[in-house]
Structures are given as structure tokens and as C-alpha cells.
């Protein structure tokens, strides 16, 4: 049976190949199977997954990087790990930016979805001002903010002078420097949630709301009622990303405060990189990745199994 | 008058407030970035006084200083160099991949998809020590492969299952009648499935790029030659020596971040619909 | 016959001769790769002169330099030197990083090659370069930690720094520069280690050189014991003044040089080498003159075991990595000899470590400095970079704590003690 085929929508100019050639049996299955899917394959097994196992059987060694590992020392570097005041800071510190994250991050890109989903002019451009933080790397950001706060030059530290007080330096003290690297986190992050809201809202079925109008709803009620509730799969992975994405990071806070003062904005990858990579303490870096490791895996499937339909 | 006043809907105070909200939240956006273009202008004195306005005496050897350096375009070209080699990789690699796990059914196809999508769990932070020394040891420090490749490898899932799902969306008739002509799979690949895909290429090829782009942890511990640093290190090392002239470091900051300013006013639509048509779909 | 051999031989000639050239030429190409973190341009020009007076006298070799900020160097080395396109120099501190690197076999066994050379310079010196018998690298500076001064500042307070020879002097004359509106001590708190002088300081005045060997073979509590515990709880004393400027915890070294270069400080515990750095990195490029600064000895601790005459302090030099050519120490030779360090010395960049520099010392602080080195039977090398690579940074991380109010004499103590067991 022939069946018939849509040369017209194809984007090959004139008649390829096999509409002429007579090919011999066997249709390349195998060929495709061969080629295709090793490359990807190859390279996910080498660069991703074989590196978390060694991560896991290099968390057994007292290491330094240099040659082979040989001093095998077995859960002593978790125990190092959960020992360090550094660790659990750095644990709340992520705790932290989860919870402002998901407190005022995201209603606040909710707010603005709801306001900027309509049809104005300049609607466009305030979207795209607004996404602009997203798109740019998170090691400018860092620095961009880091100059914001700087004690001398900063631009805080001017409005704070022009009050008359003397300028207070935010990221040189234990209790503001994290409250500071949050703020910066929001910053950056909220127009892609919102984003992800308006998309939501301009695919959102009208004719419930106009139902609920009809019904003599209001503004309000139809918002909670109505427009909240179809927005919930959304919202559920906006919460997704805002959480991986908490637990990741690391450019913001470098060139902000390096961790510190005394770890007090440590996140856990930094936390990992300045005892892993700056002191080459393989076993003990590698302690903290398979810590990380386990807990993304634990939120990721708790997650999925919660709150997500499977694929 | 009368008239217009009756038929004219009352003043909606919600108006007002909306239009508070925005500018209150477009100002937090804007002033930071102002700022910063605006202070590389500046002498550092008159930074220090003058942080938020426009620059009373324009330096513009700051900003020229830099762009007639070698060093901001050697930056911006390694950049540009991991940046092309990562994007091309993941596109050539994972589509081949999601082709074959759209349209071709084989023993073992779900349990090796699954597998793909443990990658999508953790990110390549985790892993960031036994990388480094695997890198090492493939001797790939200090190259951009050994950059791009973890790079690529980490953007699999994401990208594979995004892809599959457009294939997948090409109706199987199509493959089934060209098989049935004589057509080979990896003919049907190149002739139907990628030029239908563009959208799609062009979705994953825009996440991946300005994820590479911007990447700083893996170029950071992987490359140790600063003739191989992309702008991300560049701008870490540039504040590192110049660590109070903030007028220099603002405008250098304004500098390399202004491509993806630039790539952003010209491919908003793509990049946007990239970045968060990978979070809608996946 | 005569003919034809005079022909083939000719050829032979020519093709012998281009053989050679070809040769020559492959092998005359080597570049010298140079890490280094001098942020002082007037003592990296002279650098620059040396190495291009060297490339001229051996053409064929090229000498590239690259710069790293201090910090950034420390945290990114263990990285840079696992990766086959390391640098041929680097540079280093000495003490147990050194002992480390040498562990790790990332290091050239220069013996062989500095034989004679070696005498030219101060045995101590060189001793801090040796490992196990076999040398490492080259000395190239030597320096002493202590106070410099604001001559202005401490004037306005009424404060004589000829008079602050007790730890109970310094506490009082912060107190005075407090109440003078003055403030009292500039620091680098955002790179740990500028602090860590205070309280490495103050345990080699209150246990000298047996307390630390004492320390390191794990006696007495090792690191937990008394002497580091008072000297943990002294500095306390000082933090608890609020010495520093606003914000000391969030400016890094190059910034705290620059402001007290300023003039914006009273003192800074600092390496003698700042004296001269404080003019590169202040805002006008100038900082504080000749006749403006000054520099008092650390304090002696009423009661300790110390010296007065010990010193902490730097034996600094520059390593060469395993596998580096040849040229690399050669270059290194040039560059440590007589006439160069007399040159860097009467700049006034450093003291010096080959005999006979120290006739280019022209500055009375200078001298004061090299007397005070020449004079010290205990020289300690910064703590952080003797006791090993990350037990040195436990040492910054938890002085830094206490700077900063986060952690007890008591913990930071047994802090370091711990790390010191775990060892690495």
C-alpha cells in the first residue's frame, strides 16, 4: 500500500535520493543503531555518570590529586564533612535561598505575569527588561552587585551617605552578607519565572473565566478560583527549577563574597570548590559532591513522585 | 462633557498600582545595570561621588582602553571558540541519539532512556572533582575540549528528550512510507527529520549556547593558561588586578557583557521560547 | 675522480650545514613560561628589563610572563599544577606547601644544576628551599612582618610609636587612636591571611621556636596547646577594641594596602614589602612618602618565651616545575644574581638573598629591615604556608573567625589542631 507523501511540506528542493534509487533490502536500521546512539551514549557514560561513581570511590581516600588515590580511609571524610560548621551554613544558606526563593521569588514573578500577560503598549519591553537579569552570565551579575554593595563606591553606600549615615559594608559582615547574595538571587531570576507565567496565562483556556464572569464572579475571585488553579502545573515546575537551580549556586557568590565572611554565604558548591579544588582535598570534595549528588537525587524523584505526572 | 463623563468608565485605582509596581520593579532592574554602564564612563573619583547619575566629564579611555586591548578580544574569541564547538557537539550528538530513540525501536530503548534521564537530576557541580581529574587524565586540561565536552555530555538529557519529543511529533506515517519506498533511516534523518526540526535546533542550540557562554565552574577548574580563558575567567582575573579602579572594572564588565546583550535584542523571541520551552517541555 | 668528489663533497657540506641549521633551529625556540604575583608595576618592569636582557643574550629563548593575583594564585596553583601546560616557574613561599609539592613530584630536582651557583647565596635562605638534601627552587627575597606606620595619624593621637614595645602598649595606643578619631589598624580581612600575622605573631613571642616544634611533633596538645590558645585569646583583646577600619572583613589585600596607602589607617600589620607596594596600589599613586611612614617591631608578650628578636616573615622565591627546559633555571641563575638583586635591592623592592645585594639597600628602612633578618635566630615562615596547603588555610579560615567574632580562642585552636591531625 502506498502511501502517499507530503513532498510539499519538505524542505528539500528537488527529489532526493531514495525516491529514485533503488535501494537493496534492509532500510539502515542497524546502521542508525551503530552510529546514532553510541556517540551520545559515550559520552554521558564517561562525563557523567562514571564521574559520580568516582566520586563516590574517591570520598574513601585522604587525596591530594597527584597520581593515584592510596590512602584509603573509608567514611572519615563524611564524617569531616558533617563535622565542619562550613557544611551545615552552608546547607542553610541553600535552605535559605529555597525558601526565599519560593516565598517571595515566585509570587512576586506571579504578580507581574498577571499584570504583564495583557496587551499594552510597551508590554513587550517591559517583559524583556524584566528577563534581561536571566540571560546574563551569573558571574557578572556577582560582580555588577558586588560593586551595588561596595562599602565605598557602592551604590547603597551612597544612598546610605546621603542620609548621612556612614555606609554600612554588607558583605563583609557575617549577618547581612547572605540577606545580600538572596537579594541578588532574586534579581536574576525572577523574570524567567515570570515568564514561564505568562506563557501559562496566554495558553490558558478563556472560556473558564468567561463561565465564572457569567456566573457573576469577581476580579479577585475569578484570580483565585479560576486562573491560580489552571496555573498550577506551571507553578509546580517553576518551584522545580527554583529549587535545582538553588542547590547549584555557585557563580553568584564567588565574586560577591567568596563564601564568606567566616562561610557565613557558603552554598554548598562553593563549599565544595574552596575544600575540593582550592586545597585539593580530592576524598574530602568529593565527600561533599556525592552529599549534593544525594540530595538532588532525593528532591528529584520525591518531587516527581509527589507532585509531577510520569512521561 | 456630561456625556463623556457618564459613558468614560471610573478611574481604576488598580491602574495606578499596576503602574507603581512596574516601575518600582523596572528600576531595581534597570539602576544596577545603569550603573554599571554608566561608572565606566566615570573617573574613579567621580564614581565615588557621582555612582547613580550621568558622568559629569566623559573618560572614554576606559572603555577604548579595553577594546583596543588584545585581551578583551582573545576573551570574547575563546569564548566564542567553546561556545561553537559545545553547541555543534550537542546538536550533532543528541539528535542522532533522539532520531534513533524516536523512530526506532529496539530491545532496551526505554531502559536506556531512563538512563539518560538520571542526567537531568544532578547538575555537573556534583561531579566537578572526579571531572576535573578524569579530564586530566584524558590529558584535555587546559584545551577547549576539555571544557566543552563535560559541557555537552551534562546538556544530553535535556536536549535528547526535547528533541525526541519533536521527532516523535512527525507522524510515523511519513517514516513508514518512506521505508516502505526504499528509504534508509539515516536518509529519512537527513532529509525529513532535520529540516522539519529547525525550530527545535535552533531552541537547543540557543539553550546550550548561552549556557556555555556564560559558564564559569567548569572553565574555571579546567583551564589554567590565560590565553585559554573564555570571558567569564577573563573578567575574574581582570577585577583581581585592578581590584579598586571600579570605574575600569565597570566598563570591562560592560563590555563582555554586552554580545549577550546584543544576541538577546536580536533573538529574543528564540531565546526565550528556548529557555523556557526547555523548562515547559521537559 | 678529483672533481667529482670535490662536487659530492660540496653537497654533502651544504646539506651537513642545512642539516644543522634545521636542527639548530627546532631546538633554538623555547619559551619560558614565568607565573608570578607581583602586583607592583615598578618592581615588574625591572623584571621585564632583566628578562629581555636575558632573551638577548640567548636568542632563541623567550621568557613569557603571566600574572595572578595573590590569593587567586593560592586557590588556583594546586589546579595549574596538575595540567601539562603548567608553568615552567612559580612562585612560592616555601614550608610545608613546598614539602607537599615536592611529595607530589611536581617539582625539578635542581641540585645537579646550581651546583657552585648555590654558594653565592645565604645558607638560610637556601635552606628553605631544600628538601631530603636536594634543592627545589631559588630564594629570591627575604621579609620581616611588623607594624608600619602613619607618622601623621599617630602624631593626631598623641601616640609615640617608639613606646609600643608590650602587647598592652599596642592595646592602649588603639585605644588612644579611637578616641582621636583615627583608625587604628588597616587589613585585608576578605584574604584571611593578613590576619593571621597577628595571632602566628603572637605565638611566636609568647612560645618561640620550642613551642612551634613542640606543636608540630604533637606535644603539648600540638596546636591546642597553651601557647596557641593565649595566643588566640591576645588577639581577642585587639578584636574586641574594633581596630579596623569598617568593613575590614570584605576588603581584600590589595584594596587594604591602597587604603592605608591612602592614608586612611594609622598601622597595618604587614610584610615589610608593602612599604613600597603601599605606593602602587594607592588611589593617587603616590600613597605615603619616605618621610610619612614609619615601622615599629611586633610587641613583646609580657611573660612569653619568645625572643624579641625573632621574626616572622617570608623566605620567598620561585620553584621550577618538573619538566620545565632547561632554560628556565638558567633564566632563574640570571635573575638571582648579584647585580640584579642589587639593582631590585636599591629600589628598595626587597632583601635580598645573594651575598653581597644587601650593599644596594640605600634606604634606612631597608637596612633597619635586613639588620633585624640578620639578626633573628628563629625565623618563622608564614604559618599558613609551613604548616602545609590546607592546614594553612584552617589557620587563616579560623583567625579570620575570630577577627570576625564567629569563633572562640578555644575553638579556633582546636580548629587547627584537628586539621593538623587529619593531616593533608
Known amino acids: 500500500m502506498r502511501g502517499r507523501i507530503e513532498t510539499a511540506s519538505m524542505a528539500s528542493p528537488e527529489s532526493p535520493s531514495w525516491l529514485s534509487a533503488r535501494r537493496p533490502a534492509g532500510d539502515g536500521r542497524l546502521t542508525v543503531l551503530v552510529l546514532f546512539l553510541p556517540p551520545a551514549l559515550l559520552l554521558f557514560t564517561l562525563f557523567v555518570v562514571l564521574p559520580i561513581g568516582e566520586a563516590a570511590w574517591y570520598s574513601g581516600f585522604n587525596w591530594n590529586g597527584f597520581g593515584r588515590p592510596t590512602n584509603w580511609i573509608g567514611f572519615d571524610n563524611y564524617r569531616f564533612v558533617l563535622e565542619s560548621r562550613a557544611f551545615w551554613l552552608a546547607l542553610r544558606n541553600n535552605g535559605l535561598i529555597i525558601v526565599v526563593s519560593l516565598l517571595i521569588q515566585l509570587p512576586l514573578a506571579l504578580a507581574l505575569a498577571l499584570v504583564l500577560a495583557e496587551r499594552f503598549r510597551g508590554v513587550v519591553a517591559l517583559r524583556m527588561l524584566f528577563f534581561l537579569p536571566y540571560i546574563l552570565a551569573e558571574i557578572a551579575t556577582g560582580l555588577i552587585f558586588s560593586f551595588v554593595y561596595d562599602g565605598d563606591y557602592g551604590l547603597v553606600a551612597s544612598v546610605w551617605r546621603w542620609f548621612g549615615a556612614e555606609a554600612p559594608h554588607l558583605l563583609a559582615s557575617t549577618q547581612t552578607a547572605m540577606v545580600a547574595v538572596v537579594i541578588v538571587v532574586v534579581w536574576k531570576y525572577f523574570g524567567f519565572h515570570m515568564m514561564l507565567y505568562i506563557a501559562a496565562l496566554q495558553g490558558m483556556d478563556r472560556s473558564l473565566i468567561e463561565a465564572a464572569r457569567i456566573d457573576g464572579a469577581t476580579r479577585p475571585q475569578v484570580l483565585r478560583y479560576v486562573v491560580i488553579p489552571s496555573l498550577y502545573p506551571t507553578i509546580r515546575l517553576s518551584v522545580f527549577f527554583a529549587i535545582i537551580g538553588s542547590l547549584q549556586l555557585f557563580d553568584l557568590v564567588m565574586p560577591l563574597t567568596r563564601g564568606g565572611p567566616a562561610d557565613s554565604s557558603n552554598t554548598l558548591v562553593t563549599f565544595l570548590y574552596n575544600n575540593g579544588i582550592s586545597r585539593m582535598r580530592v576524598g574530602f570534595g568529593s565527600a561533599i559532591g556525592v552529599i549534593l549528588f544525594l540530595i538532588c537525587v532525593t528532591f528529584a524523584f520525591s518531587y516527581k513522585r509527589w507532585f509531577m505526572r510520569d512521561e | 462633557m456630561n456625556d463623556v463623563e457618564a459613558i468614560r468608565p471610573s478611574f481604576n485605582p488598580a491602574v495606578l498600582y499596576k503602574a507603581l509596581f512596574l516601575a518600582v520593579m523596572a528600576t531595581f532592574v534597570l539602576v544596577p545595570l545603569l550603573a554599571t554602564v554608566l561608572g565606566g564612563f566615570k573617573s574613579l573619583g567621580e564614581l565615588r561621588v557621582n555612582p547613580f547619575g550621568w558622568p559629569q566629564h566623559w573618560e572614554w579611555s576606559n572603555y577604548a582602553d579595553i577594546l583596543f586591548s588584545k585581551r578583551y578580544w582573545q576573551l570574547l574569541r575563546n569564548s566564542l571558540i567553546i561556545s561553537a564547538l559545545t553547541v555543534t557537539l550537542t546538536l550533532i550528538v543528541s539528535s542522532m541519539a533522539a532520531f534513533t530513540f524516536a523512530h526506532v525501536k529496539f530491545y532496551g530503548s526505554s531502559m536506556l532512556l531512563s538512563y539518560l534521564t538520571l542526567g537531568l537530576l544532578f547538575p555537573a557541580a556534583t561531579a566537578v572533582l572526579p571531572l576535573f581529574i578524569k579530564v586530566r587524565d584524558l590529558g584535555l586540561l587546559d584545551t577547549y575540549f576539555g571544557v566543552s565536552l563535560p559541557h555537552v555530555a551534562f546538556s544530553l538529557a535535556m536536549s535528547i528528550l526535547l528533541l525526541r519529543r519533536f521527532f516523535k511529533d512527525i507522524p510515523y506515517e511519513l517514516l513508514e512510507a518512506a521505508l516502505v519506498d526504499g528509504c534508509t533511516y539515516i536518509n529519512f534523518f537527513r532529509y525529513v527529520t532535520l529540516p522539519l526540526s529547525r525550530p527545535i535546533l535552533a531552541t537547543v542550540g540557543t539553550i546550550t549556547f548561552v549556557n556555555s557562554w556564560n559558564a564559569y565552574l567548569l572553565p574555571l577548574v579546567m583551564l589554567n593558561t590565560d590565553d585559554l580563558y573564555p570571558w567569564p575567567l577573563g573578567i575574574m582575573v581582570y577585577q583581581g588586578e585592578y581590584s579598586s579602579e571600579w570605574s575600569l572594572i565597570l566598563a570591562f564588565i560592560t563590555l563582555t557583557i554586552l554580545p549577550t546583550v546584543i544576541l538577546f535584542i536580536f533573538a529574543q523571541k528564540h531565546i526565550v521560547a528556548g529557555l523556557t520551552a526547555g523548562a515547559v517541555k521537559g | ?424
Open chain 3, 1 to 424: 675522480m678529483g672533481r667529482l668528489t670535490d662536487g659530492v663533497l660540496k653537497r654533502l657540506l651544504l646539506a651537513a650545514a642545512t642539516l644543522m641549521v634545521f636542527v639548530a633551529g627546532a631546538a633554538a625556540e623555547t619559551t619560558v613560561k614565568w607565573l608570578h604575583i607581583e602586583a607592583n608595576p615598578a618592581q615588574v618592569k625591572i623584571w621585564e628589563e632583566v628578562a629581555r636582557a636575558y632573551e638577548a643574550a640567548h636568542p632563541g629563548v623567550k621568557i613569557e610572563m603571566q600574572f595572578l593575583e595573590n590569593e587567586a594564585y593560592k586557590a588556583k596553583l594546586p589546579t595549574i599544577l596538575q595540567s601539562k601546560d603548567r608553568p615552567h616557574i612559580i612562585y612560592s613561599w616555601a614550608g610545608g606547601v613546598l614539602r607537599a609539592q615536592v611529595e607530589a613530584g611536581v617539582l625539578e630536582d635542581l641540585t645537579d644544576q646550581v651546583k657552585g651557583y648555590s654558594d653565592t647565596i645565604t645558607p638560610a635562605a637556601l635552606a628553605a628551599f631544600t628538601q631530603n638534601g636536594r634543592i627545589y627552587g631559588l630564594p629570591v627575597a627575604l621579609s620581616q612582618v611588623g607594624f608600619l606606620y602613619n607618622k601623621e595619624l599617630m602624631a593626631k593621637a598623641n601616640v609615640d610609636p617608639g613606646k609600643i614595645k608590650t602587647w598592652d602598649d599596642l592595646l592602649s595606643a588603639v585605644k588612644a587612636l579611637k578616641a582621636a578619631g583615627v583608625t587604628p589598624i588597616v587589613a585585608g580581612g576578605a584574604d584571611k591571611w593578613p590576619l593571621h600575622f597577628y595571632w602566628t605573631h603572637l605565638a611566636v613571642r609568647i612560645g618561640g621556636k620550642a613551642s612551634f616544634d613542640a606543636a608540630l611533633r604533637g606535644e603539648n596538645g600540638g596546636f591546642e596547646g597553651e601557647t596557641f590558645q593565649k595566643a588566640g585569646v591576645l588577639f581577642k583583646q585587639l578584636v574586641d577594641l574594633q581596630p579596623f577600619q569598617n568593613g575590614f572583613l570584605g576588603l581584600k589585600n590589595p584594596q587594604a594596602v591602597g587604603y592605608f596607602g591612602d592614608g586612611k589607617g594609622a598601622m597595618m600589620l604587614a610584610i615589610s614589602t608593602v612599604y613600597h607596594l603601599q605606593r602602587a596600589l594607592a588611589a593617587d599613586k603616590v600613597g605615603l612618602g619616605e618621610d610619612k611612614i614609619g615601622w615599629f617591631d611586633f610587641p613583646v608578650v609580657s611573660g612569653g618565651k619568645g625572643e624579641p628578636t625573632d621574626t616572622l616573615g617570608g623566605i620567598t622565591g620561585w620553584l621550577v616545575t618538573k619538566g620545565a627546559p632547561k632554560q628556565a633555571t638558567d633564566f632563574l641563575k640570571f635573575f638571582i644574581s648579584k647585580d640584579v638583586q642589587t639593582r631590585l635591592a636599591a629600589g628598595n623592592f626587597l632583601i635580598p638573598v645573594v651575598r653581597g645585594g644587601e650593599a644596594g639597600l640605600n634606604n634606612a628602612f631597608m637596612k633597619q629591615i635586613a639588620d633585624n633578618l640578620a639578626k633573628s635566630n628563629y625565623h618563622q615562615n608564614f604559618y599558613d604556608q609551613s604548616l602545609g596547603p590546607s592546614v594553612g588555610r584552617v589557620v587563616n579560615d579560623v583567625t579570620a573567625e575570630i577577627a570576625g567574632g564567629s569563633m572562640t580562642p578555644q575553638q579556633a585552636a582546636t580548629a587547627i589542631q584537628l586539621a593538623f591531625k587529619q593531616g593533608n
